[in-house]
């Protein structure tokens, strides 16, 4: 099984920074951890979940959405089994609840089907 659980949330203002950890856990990680696709997404008040972008641990390169490209980096920690999105220049349409997943086969993208997903953290930022 695979567990996931976000951290690193809280409020903060406009053009702040914050950086949320995601650790995983679990026989199916411990074992595979090296085909596994990481990704993140955020899901608003009243709007549709957004992904934001996605890397598969065995590559140090990240994919992103449009909408976070330049501001968010995705990266990895082998040894922590860590995912992490360090957030930079936030702006009030940043908030939400942001959600890590994963996935152990096919496609690494936003747009893939993940099969694990954490509880969210989240995160609010006040202009």
């Known amino acids: 099984q695979v567990q996931l659980v976000e951290s690193g949330g809280g409020s903060v203002q406009a053009g702040e920074s914050l950086t949320l950890s995601c650790a995983a856990s679990g026989y199916t990680v411990n074992t595979y951890w090296w085909r596994f696709c990481m990704g993140w997404f955020r899901q608003a008040p009243g709007k549709e979940r957004e992904g934001l972008g996605t890397i598969a641990t065995n590559n140090i390169y990240a994919t992103y959405a449009d909408s976070v490209r330049g501001r968010f980096t995705i990266s990895t920690d082998t040894a922590k089994k860590t995912l992490y999105l360090q957030m930079n220049s936030l702006k009030p349409e940043d908030t939400a609840m942001y959600y890590c997943?994963?996935?152990?086969?096919?496609?690494?993208?936003?747009?893939?089907?993940?099969?694990?997903w954490g509880q969210g953290t989240q995160v609010t930022v006040s202009s």
């Open positions: 997943a994963a996935k152990d086969d096919g496609a690494c993208n936003i747009h893939a089907t993940f099969t694990w």
